[in-house]
């Protein structure tokens, strides 16, 4: 399974976000990486978008012709591409998972998945860019729900704001998809329109 494997703080500074959520590195040096961080970048319109771009990637854990991907599938549906886009985004297995609460950040839910802890309708699963639809039925596997791992996520993230496209039951080890998810409900840091103005170049 493709990822990107690097230091995430790192990439946090460079693009001025943090990228992990509760980065305390990130907050200690918001500022970019290198001898030069500190110091002035003229900034393109080019620069903008591609960081634009590159904060919807490493935000969802997405290599780069996968990404590329998602954006032209946005553009083939009605509506607006840039919000096309972030939704398929959020209906990702692994982003699911991350919303309820079971992983302290995106990596770690994708571990869950491909390591097949997770079931979707009643199937195990071992893809976390699955994609879920409303409907869908999202369980941790009745052995996985011993691992002090999981039981810590949930103890700690476990209280994390569900979004309202989500129904959770941590007791039951349960999410169920509502419905699509509407921009509003969707907290990326990130300015879609940019993105899309960069790929129609």
């Known amino acids: ?5 690097g230091p995430m703080t790192k990439k946090s500074r460079r693009l001025g976000v943090d990228l992990k959520g509760n980065d305390k ?3 200690k040096r918001p500022y970019p990486p290198g001898e030069h961080g500190r110091g002035r970048i003229k900034e393109s319109e080019y620069l ?10 490493y935000y969802y854990g997405v290599l780069e012709k996968q990404f590329r991907r998602y954006y032209e599938e946005a553009n083939r549906q009605e509506g607006r591409t ?11 297995l692994d982003n699911v998972l991350y919303r309820a609460g079971w992983g302290r950040t995106r990596a770690e839910s994708r571990q869950l998945a491909s390591h097949r802890h997770v079931m979707v309708n009643g199937r195990t699963t071992n893809i976390p860019s699955h994609r879920v639809k409303p409907g869908d039925v999202i369980e941790i596997r009745q052995r996985a729900r011993e691992s002090q791992a999981i039981i810590g996520s949930l103890e700690v993230f476990g209280s994390r704001e569900v979004p309202g496209w989500l129904e959770s039951d941590p007791n039951a080890y349960k999410v169920t998809v509502i419905d699509v ?14 993105i899309v103005e960069l790929y129609s170049k």
């Open 48 to 57: 903008l978008q591609l960081r634009e771009k590159q904060k919807a990637r």
């Open 82 to 92: 840039g919000e096309n886009l972030l939704v398929l985004l959020e209906l990702r």
């Open 25 to 27: 590195n990130f907050a």
């Open 181 to 194: 998810p509407v921009r509003s409900q969707i907290d990326a840091p990130v300015t879609e329109q940019m």
């Open 1 to 5: 399974m493709a990822r990107y494997t």
